[in-house]
């Protein structure tokens, strides 16, 4: 058993009892309560989701097992000769909520290594799709052909033990997480290059290696590096993972619930936004022409924008009310290595004017920009133009967050996700009557 596994299986022993406990001596301790604008909006903001992975606090943004995106950055060993922490460290980190040494990171690059093969089937799934096909279609179509290499789906069919579910889950999740860059890599080159296809080299670590299959040159490495543990997880409320959890539930495994998550990331209102925002700034540099971006021409064209009645594409979040971390972290890259960018440039700009305008036109809770309003820029300037890819970029850093939360969830024996639906006449007779508690008169 691998450092990493017998780490994680300490870490569960010690987290059971805790929940073992909230359920028979607190389960009936009111954490919440639901108005009738949350039953039809969505759920928002409803204290029904648990997960230790990550918090999204509204003034310091995501946290990940507690430390903020900086402190993650801090602490996590970095990959040789790089600024930025490997892939393998952070699991590791998402995993146990530990900073793993640097012989704890070692020996998981190597088991990602053996477990990063992708079985010969699933390129030719990939091709048997029309090659207009959208990429994000390639990328699920791809996870679940891989459902039959489940090691969760055969422990179950054997005899499922809730006590000993999360091993084979994680095995599906660690196989999973080694092997996305590959099958996302093989899908750009496949689509987009011509088909010219780039062998993985087994002496890089992840970030490194889908760099290389990508077939772009440094600093792309850690631009993988840094895209993938920032877009990891964001708590377990947004689609992708919820979708994770609700499926793996049913005691579904890794594949299928990851192949959902990936089709609730498809979504235009949760994994379209980068590619909006990079469109809105091409269409901004476009209407510029040989002008440089100023206060003056930069604030003209975000009211023009308001004015139409739009919003401004990566600027405001549901929970945030600060400039989002993962933004600043990106920010910081595109000083260092492309500041004279001309999209970043504009970008700047848009940051420097965009939150005074926002908070003139008062109409936004949050004025400052989310991670969406720099990734796509970054991506461009390194060659990936390609619009529709963003989203798999997304869902290849996106799986570590869902793994890792339905890897625990097995761990913990949660239970299947099934709410309580309700009709509108309930809500009606409620609406009346104040409240369902207020006149219990109202049939429930």
């Known amino acids: 058993m691998s450092r990493l596994k017998e780490k994680l299986a300490e870490k569960i022993l010690e987290q059971r009892p805790r929940t073992a406990k909230l359920l028979k001596e607190f389960g009936e301790v009111v954490i919440d309560q639901v108005n009738i604008g949350q039953a039809i909006g969505g759920g928002r903001d409803i204290r029904c989701l648990v997960t230790d992975i990550s918090y999204l606090d509204p003034q310091e943004g995501i946290r990940f097992r507690g430390k903020t995106i900086p402190e993650t950055f801090a602490a996590l060993p970095k990959a040789p000769g790089s600024e930025y922490p490997t892939v393998e460290a952070f699991w590791y980190f998402l995993l146990t909520g530990e900073v793993p040494d640097q012989a704890e990171v070692d020996q998981i690059v190597g088991e990602f290594r053996d477990r990063a093969k992708v079985p010969s089937y699933v390129f030719d799934v990939i091709k048997a799709l029309p090659r207009e096909s959208h990429p994000m279609v390639m990328f699920s179509a791809a996870v679940l052909a891989m459902q039959k290499e489940s090691r969760f789906a055969k422990f179950y069919n054997e005899g499922f033990n809730k006590l000993e579910a999360w091993g084979p889950m994680y095995e599906d999740a660690s196989d999973l997480v ?73 005691l579904s495994d890794a594949y ?189």
């Open 256 to 444: 299928y619930s990851y192949s959902a998550a990936l089709n609730g990331l498809a979504g235009p209102l949760h994994g379209l936004a980068s590619q909006e925002v990079l469109g809105w700034i091409q269409n901004f540099k476009k209407h510029l022409g040989e002008q440089e971006p100023n206060g003056e021409n930069v604030r003209e064209f975000l009211w023009e924008t308001l004015k139409s009645g739009h919003v401004v594409p990566g600027y405001g979040h549901a929970v945030l009310r600060k400039t989002d971390p993962r933004y600043t972290t990106q920010r910081e890259f595109c000083l260092k290595h492309l500041p004279d960018d001309p999209l970043f440039k504009l970008v700047s700009m848009v940051y420097e004017v965009a939150p005074g305008v926002l908070m003139e036109h008062g109409k936004a809770k949050n004025p400052w920009p989310n991670v969406d309003a720099q990734s796509g820029v970054i991506q461009w300037h390194y060659g990936v133009t390609e619009y529709d890819f963003y989203t798999v970029l997304f869902g290849v850093g996106r799986a570590l967050g869902v793994l890792a939360n339905i890897t625990w969830d097995r761990a913990l024996g949660y239970p299947i996700e099934r709410p309580k639906s309700v009709t509108t006449d309930m809500l009606e007779g409620w609406a009346q009557a104040g409240g369902r508690l207020v006149k219990q008169a109202v049939t429930a």
């Open 178 to 250: 080694a092997r996305l860059p590959r099958i996302a890599a093989f899908i750009y080159r496949y689509k987009y290059k011509n088909g010219d296809i780039i062998d993985a080299d087994p002496g890089l670590d992840l970030g490194a290696n889908f760099a290389h299959m990508m077939g772009i040159r440094k600093p792309y490495d850690d631009v993988a590096r840094m895209h993938m543990i920032i877009h990891s997880d964001h708590e377990s409320g947004n689609v992708s993972a919820h979708t994770g959890h609700l499926v793996a539930s049913a």
